[in-house]
């Protein structure tokens, strides 16, 4: 009996190692893993790389106080500021942890400029910013929010490309608009470039802020470094975590001048955030994704993956209703439950993890290899007949 509480429907099967794109159960099994923690482990599992770092940094400091500096943070910060819109960062442990302190943040800047009653974050209706109370209430799901009131108050919701909601709901009351780039659990829906323009412009026009929620999208998993960049567009506050700790957990929070300087000496704080032992694999991380080449193959695996689910969806188009993504974050959305699919993908050993909307979602570690895309073609095309 486990004594791990039931909040997780847990999957049957457990690991006992990695490698790359590939898991070996404890039962003596190997699957391709096309789930990486939940496009967490961008480079793989056991990463040579991320391994020596880590190992390296352990055996100097692990751990100490954000009451000192922290030359690893220092590295890491500049650097991600160096490559994006961004002025500055705060560092978290986690995703939720990030998008809490971009609310934080977004709410300090209107209290800075002595606006404190524009403090209103609006969201997209069943979006998904991570499991805190302020978090499940920002993403305003009658799932996630069961049982956990009372009700968070200072977040509104439009629909997913309802334009006109989303002119509606603001008021003088709003401080920002808080959507991810791409919905990653709530079913793959990529926000197009022209509508992310289409937010820059109303958030310029209404004076709002713009926080877009790049914890699953972003780090390379686009085949940018964030996948607003297609847009060229610069929000004002981008919570990150999953991929830039490589399996690590790291969350930050990058912000622009404005709204960096408004979080003064004790406006926040974090025991874990930004330790050593986290600065340093998060360097090494950002050692791999920034390699000249790294990101156009992420692109150039995206388009061969996506062309193959695309051709797939042609020959059984009684199973598929669309395939759609970014970069390396792909999703095969069925006309029915995925349950049965993900569960017999994962008999021809393909580890794939559900997402909203009947959707299978696929998140290869973003260094995967041309033949085990083949092999997860193959996975799917046959698990696809099967259904036939
Ligand atoms: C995963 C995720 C979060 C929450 O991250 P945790 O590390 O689980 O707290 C927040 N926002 C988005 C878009 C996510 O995908």
Avoid at 33 to 49: C, E, K, T
Avoid at 87 to 99: H, K, L, M, P, R
Avoid at 211 to 228: M, N, P, T, Y
Avoid at 264 to 273: D, E
Wanted: hydrophobic share 40%; net charge positive.
């Amino acid at each position: 009996m486990s004594s791990l509480a039931k909040n997780y429907e847990r999957r049957k099967i457990a690991f006992k190692r990695g490698k790359g794109s590939f898991l070996y159960s404890t039962n003596g099994k190997k699957y391709l893993d096309f789930v990486q923690g939940i496009a967490v482990n961008s480079l793989g599992h056991a990463n040579p790389y991320l391994i020596n770092a880590i190992n390296k940094q352990s055996k100097k400091i692990w751990h100490i106080s954000n009451a000192f500096n922290i030359p690893e943070g220092e590295k890491l910060a500049k650097r991600l500021t160096q490559k994006t819109f961004a002025d500055y960062v705060i560092f978290q442990n986690s995703g939720t942890e990030a998008t809490e302190v971009a609310i934080k943040a977004a709410r300090r800047y209107f209290y800075s400029i002595g606006k404190p009653k524009k403090n209103r974050i609006l969201c997209i209706k069943n979006s998904f910013h991570g499991r805190t109370i302020a978090a499940i209430y920002a993403s305003g799901s009658k799932k996630m929010t069961e049982g956990f009131g009372p009700k968070v108050p200072g977040f509104d919701h439009f629909n997913f490309g309802d334009h006109k909601s989303l002119e509606r709901s603001i008021t003088s009351k709003t401080a920002a608009i808080m959507c991810e780039t791409a919905m990653g659990e709530s079913g793959i829906k990529v926000i197009p470039e022209w509508c992310l323009k289409g937010l820059r412009k109303i958030c310029n026009k209404r004076k709002i802020l713009l926080i877009l929620d790049e914890v699953q999208c972003g780090i390379g998993r686009s085949g940018k470094f964030f996948a607003f960049e297609y847009s060229k567009i610069k929000p004002d506050i981008v919570p990150i975590a999953k991929g830039i700790g490589g399996g690590f957990p790291i969350g930050a929070v990058l912000m622009n001048k404005k709204v960096a300087l408004a979080m003064t000496p004790g406006s926040h704080g974090s025991t874990f955030g930004g330790n050593p032992l986290a600065m340093s694999v998060g360097n090494a991380v950002l050692d791999q994704i920034f390699k000249k080449g790294f990101l156009a193959n992420v692109i150039k695996s995206s388009k061969y993956f996506m062309n193959e689910l695309h051709k797939i969806k042609e020959d059984y188009p009684g199973i598929i209703k669309d395939v759609r993504g970014i970069g390396l974050l792909l999703g095969i959305q069925l006309f029915e439950n995925q349950k049965k699919f993900i569960k017999e993908l994962e008999d021809e050993r393909l580890l794939t993890i559900r997402a909203g909307e009947n959707v299978v979602r696929i998140l290869p570690p973003l260094n995967v290899k041309k033949t085990e895309i083949d092999l997860a073609i193959k996975i799917i095309r046959k698990v696809c007949n099967q259904q036939d």
